[in-house]
């Protein structure tokens, strides 16, 4: 049964989805090293957006462009976060306080309170608390997600292999 991941902002078209992609990047990477070779559990990544705004909508062209420099791909199609996300998920992954606070108003009987956890609790390298978001801002905001989730992403993958013995060998 694999382990799955849900990265949430507010509109899934900025930095969910360069989260999402980032980590299956990353994975690709590591299923290709010995370290990540011996165990056969898979890790399966997703995104939401707390507000409904986009739905059904392409990455930001902004963030593609800024993921395409470092050659990581970016697919997906903007969906909202469900109630229905807090069981069907192992961990899911907020951006900022407030859509950590969006998603746990959805769980009232405080049952998978532990499975939500900040994106930037992973930091290895950087000391921001919230992934900033890139959205009414320049170029420069998305490079700067793009780091941050590089990092983010890099320590959460260490941490699923290490706590939960994970990785993605089929």
């Known amino acids: 049964m694999p382990y799955k991941l849900l ?3 507010l509109g899934n078209i900025c930095r969910s989805p360069a989260a999402e992609n980032i980590m299956n990047y990353l994975i690709k990477q590591a299923s290709m090293s010995d370290a990540y070779a ?3 559990a898979s890790i399966v990544c ?3 957006g707390t507000a409904g705004y986009h739905i059904g909508s392409s990455p930001d062209r902004r963030m593609v462009a800024a993921m395409g420099v470092r050659r ?3 697919t997906g199609k903007a969906r909202q976060f469900q109630k ?3 069981e069907n998920f192992d961990l899911i992954l907020a951006m900022d306080r407030q859509n950590y606070q969006d998603i746990l108003a959805l769980d009232q009987a405080n049952r998978y309170r532990d499975k939500v956890r900040l994106m930037c609790e992973f930091c290895q390298h950087h000391d921001q608390q919230e992934v900033p978001d890139p959205y009414y801002g320049g170029a420069e905001g998305f490079n700067q997600v793009i780091d941050l989730l590089l990092d983010a992403c890099g320590g959460l993958l260490e941490d699923l292999v290490k706590e939960h013995h994970l ?3 089929e």
Do not use: R
């Open 84 to 86: 229905s996300d807090l």
């Open 46 to 48: 997703d995104s939401a």
């Open 72 to 74: 990581i791909p970016i």
């Open 38 to 40: 011996s165990n056969s």
């Open 167 to 169: 990785n993605n060998a």
């Open 7 to 9: 990265f949430v902002c």
